[in-house]
């Protein structure tokens, strides 16, 4: 399981967008996203630099959660 904290994410359009995003690199991944607190947690093949890629080609800053 991977977390990240993602900024400028303020509905559920937003998340729809990443998840799709990442659903389309990896179909069988997992994403969750809670919206308030900006943190993203994914459960997927893909390593973290790919995910921040493919998190930020959505339009959507990524670092990993600490």
Same mark, same amino acid.
């Given at each position: 399981? %991977?977390?990240? %904290?993602?900024?400028? =994410?303020?509905? !559920?359009?937003?998340? $729809?967008? +990443? =998840?799709?995003?990442?659903? &389309? &690199? *990896?179909? $069988? &991944?997992?994403?969750?996203? *809670?919206? $308030? @607190? !900006?943190? #993203?947690? =994914?459960? $997927?093949?893909?390593?973290? *630099? @790919? #995910? +921040?890629?493919? +998190?930020?080609?959505? !339009?959507?800053?990524?670092?990993?959660? &600490?």
């Amino acid at each position: 399981m %991977q977390v990240f %904290q993602v900024r400028g =994410v303020r509905c !559920g359009g937003c998340a $729809s967008k +990443i =998840v799709d995003r990442i659903k &389309a &690199a *990896d179909p $069988s &991944a997992m994403v969750e996203i *809670d919206i $308030s @607190a !900006g943190k #993203l947690t =994914v459960e $997927s093949g893909l390593v973290a *630099d @790919a #995910l +921040i890629h493919i +998190i930020g080609e959505a !339009g959507y800053p990524a670092t990993p959660h &600490a």
